[in-house]
């Protein structure tokens, strides 16, 4: 009998079933051998490689999950079976994780699938009219134009703050009538709170009533005296 063995090249992966068998040299046939993943979350099975006398056979890469005992390559050998070796190799899965965009806790845009390992390209910072951006930050630290994905989740936050504009209300001499306020970009022109209507003394020739401001008030967007 010529004896067959079957190992595993990392145990915490995957074993081997059955470990061993013994073959007639002219009449038997082994036991084919099938390989059991430990860890399918983590690994998969890779190939056999051979050995014979402790020696591997180059070239000698089955990726089947059963193995099928192969006879000596020489036909003209009176030992058809000689002992040999197959061990089945196992290699680790790539694991892709995602990357999260959050403005103000809103999802922003797609989530990205990475591969752990890899280097991710952030983003560039969203626009908007009336706000500037924080910058993505992740755990509360800022994030360059790249980073190298780890083996988690990402989430890259950011946030907005709105602009705050100056109203400034003066007569038609340039007298400050009131000083001025900031208000947030878009507040209605409404809200803009404005001094009381100023008054100008008569003249011989002329009498004075407030007509309007100018120009006309409107919604905040940008600093302006009227």
């Known amino acids: 009998q ?3 063995h079957y190992l595993t090249s990392n145990s915490a ?9 013994n073959v007639l040299v002219v009449t038997g046939t082994p036991a084919n051998c ?20 402790g020696v591997e056979v180059a070239g000698y890469k089955s990726t089947d999950l059963t193995v099928v005992p192969q006879k000596s390559d020489d036909p003209n050998s009176n030992e058809l079976w000689t002992e040999r070796t197959y061990i089945a190799n196992f290699k680790e899965k790539e694991k892709n994780f995602t990357v999260t965009y959050k403005i103000d806790g809103q999802q922003y845009g797609d989530v990205d699938t990475v591969k752990a390992g890899t280097e991710v390209t952030v983003r560039d910072n969203p626009t908007r009219e009336g706000y500037t951006f924080s910058g993505w930050k992740r755990g509360g630290n800022s994030v360059g134009a790249t980073f190298t994905m780890p083996a988690e989740n990402v989430e890259l936050i950011g946030s907005w703050t709105v602009i705050k504009y100056n109203v400034t209300f003066v007569d038609d ?7 001025a306020t900031e208000y947030d970009y878009g507040t209605p022109a409404g809200s803009i709170v404005k001094p009381a209507n100023p008054t100008k003394a008569d003249t011989e020739e002329y009498t004075y009533t407030f007509a309007n401001w100018s120009p006309a008030i409107e919604d905040v967007t940008r600093d302006v005296t009227y």
């Open 34 to 53: 099938t390989v059991q993943v430990q860890k399918p979350e983590d690994y998969e099975f890779s190939h056999w490689s051979l050995e014979i006398n």
């Open 13 to 21: 992966a995957g074993n081997v079933s059955p470990a061993d068998t």
């Open 173 to 179: 001499n340039g007298t400050v009538l009131k000083a």
């Open 2 to 4: 010529v004896p067959i």
